[in-house]
């Protein structure tokens, strides 16, 4: 019968003799000597920081990870008429504040129009006036019993028709001045410009989008809460943020939770937490650097308190 030759590996003892397969050939103590003692050592403390280090890596099983995405403010500035481009003052990637005009539109028949109704209030302006003089001499006159009160009442609903219409004209005109600014697309935030569609000389049709600005300020996470978790999360909860092209952890806390649940999106969960109704939820970075753009996967843990048992009555 052929038997497995199995290799002991040779090493002294503490004795200075001969060590096989952990028993000594000299003195038969069962000393492992002291370069195997110190192998075992190493070992031992090298498997203790490889478990110390997989369970600080492990999340606490009461955290939640979920899966959302980065999102900022996003502004967007649509045309009001449906005019051509004259002017983009601003590229993308170029910081504005409240007030700068991004994008400008051809103000021609605004300005006709403006004209017309400034046109009609000083049309409206001189009736007014003229209407107020006639009430003046028809009361004198009134006085002097040369006309009837009918005629008076004449004269005071024709000046009452003349402010109305002068009334009418001034508000005409304001409306006209607010079409004429309108036509300069102003930024209403401060903010940094991320898209602009069209370019100069295009014609935009009403409503479209000319600009998009993202606004200032901390970015946030869309993310969506499953149901174990909603009752123990809310505003100001704390959390932990990992994005893949950011090294470390950043920081954060619950901005709102929905009221109302949903199901969850297919993108949003694990397989098996999809089918659960789910709470949507923006969580705040508080460190976020400034050129974290909207759109980055994120992974947010937060850290759910221990339930408290319910006390006995």
């Not at 075992?40 to 979920?66: E, I, K, W, Y």
């Not at 300005?111 to 209030?121: F, Q």
């Not at 009918?150 to 028709?161: I, K, P, Y």
Request: include cysteine.
């Amino acid at each position: 019968m052929l038997r497995r030759a199995i290799f002991r590996p040779m090493v002294p003892c503490a004795d200075e003799r001969e060590i096989v397969g952990g028993r000594c050939r000299g003195c038969a103590c069962e000393s492992l000597g002291p370069a195997s003692a110190k192998l075992g050592r190493f070992l031992a403390l090298a498997v203790s920081l490889c478990a110390t280090a997989l369970l600080a890596c492990r999340p606490h099983s009461d955290d939640v990870v979920l899966v959302g995405t980065v999102e900022r403010t996003l502004i967007d500035l649509v045309a009001p008429v449906s005019e051509r481009i004259t002017a983009i003052q601003v590229a993308r990637g170029t910081r504005v504040r409240a007030g700068d005009v991004v994008a400008q539109l051809d103000p021609s028949f605004a300005l006709s129009d403006l004209a017309s109704a400034e046109a009609e209030l000083a049309g409206a302006r001189t009736g007014s006036s003229i209407a107020a003089t006639d009430l003046q001499r028809a009361e004198e006159l009134y006085h002097k019993s040369v006309i009837s009160s009918q005629a008076l009442d004449r004269a005071r609903l024709a000046r009452d028709e003349a402010a109305t219409r002068h009334w009418a004209a001034e508000a005409r005109v304001a409306a006209m001045r607010k079409r004429v600014a309108d036509h300069a697309i102003l930024a209403p935030v401060d903010g940094v410009v991320d898209q602009l569609p069209f370019d100069v000389g295009e014609r935009v049709p009403i409503g479209a989008v000319v600009a998009v600005i993202l606004q200032d300020g901390a970015p946030w996470v869309r993310v969506w809460l499953p149901e174990r978790a909603y009752p123990l999360v809310g505003p100001g909860s704390a959390a932990r943020i990992r994005i893949e092209a950011i090294a470390g952890e950043l920081h954060g806390h619950v901005l709102d939770v929905a009221r109302e649940p949903e199901f969850t999106p297919h993108y949003a969960l694990t397989e098996r937490e999809r089918v659960y109704l789910v709470y949507e939820t923006r969580i705040a970075i508080d460190d976020a650097p400034g050129s974290l753009r909207p759109g980055a996967p994120a992974d947010v843990l937060l850290a759910l308190p221990a339930a408290t048992a319910p006390e006995a009555r």
